[in-house]
C-alpha cells in the first residue's frame, strides 16, 4: 500500500504564499513523476504541476507559471508545491499524485495517468 499524505494548506489573504508538502510511505514503488492537481467545488479536478522524478523536469498550468513551483526531495520522499501572489481563483482542495509508468509532458496532464493519489488540503485565497 502506498499513503501520499498532503500539508500546508490553510487560509492566507490574496497576494500571499503557502507552501504544500506531500510525504510518501507504505511499500517503496517505482516513482516515475509525481503531480498536484486541485478542485475547486461544482468543478473538475484540474492539473496544476507535475514533475518528472529522476530528472526534475518540470510543467505547470497556464494559470500559475511564474507563481507556484513544484519540486521533490528524493532522501525524505517527498514533494512539494510553493505557491506565491495567491489568488482567490486558486482556492481549491489541492492533491498530490504519483504515477509509476513512464508518459509524455502532456500525458503527465491527466487525472488518468496517476496511480495513487492523497486525501488533499484545502487552500483558501480571501480577496
Known amino acids: 500500500q502506498v499513503q501520499l499524505v498532503e500539508s500546508g494548506g490553510g487560509l492566507v489573504q490574496a497576494g500571499g504564499s503557502l507552501r504544500l508538502s506531500c510525504a510518501a510511505s507504505?511499500?517503496?514503488?517505482?516513482?516515475?513523476?509525481m503531480g498536484w492537481f486541485r478542485q475547486a467545488p461544482g468543478k473538475e479536478r484540474e492539473f496544476v504541476a507535475a514533475?518528472?522524478?529522476?530528472?526534475?523536469?518540470?510543467t505547470y498550468r497556464d494559470s500559475v507559471k511564474g507563481r507556484f513551483t513544484i519540486s521533490r526531495d528524493s532522501a525524505k520522499n517527498s514533494l512539494y508545491l510553493q505557491m506565491n501572489s495567491l489568488k482567490p481563483e486558486d482556492t481549491a482542495v489541492y492533491y498530490c499524485?504519483?504515477?509509476?509508468?513512464?508518459?509524455?509532458?502532456?500525458?503527465?496532464?491527466?487525472?488518468?495517468?496517476?496511480?495513487?493519489w492523497g486525501q488533499g488540503t484545502q487552500v483558501t485565497v480571501s480577496s
Open positions: 514533475i518528472r522524478w529522476n530528472d526534475g523536469s518540470t
Open positions: 499524485a504519483a504515477a509509476e509508468t513512464s508518459a509524455s509532458i502532456w500525458t503527465m496532464k491527466s487525472t488518468r495517468f496517476y496511480d495513487y
Open positions: 507504505g511499500r517503496s514503488f517505482s516513482r516515475y513523476a
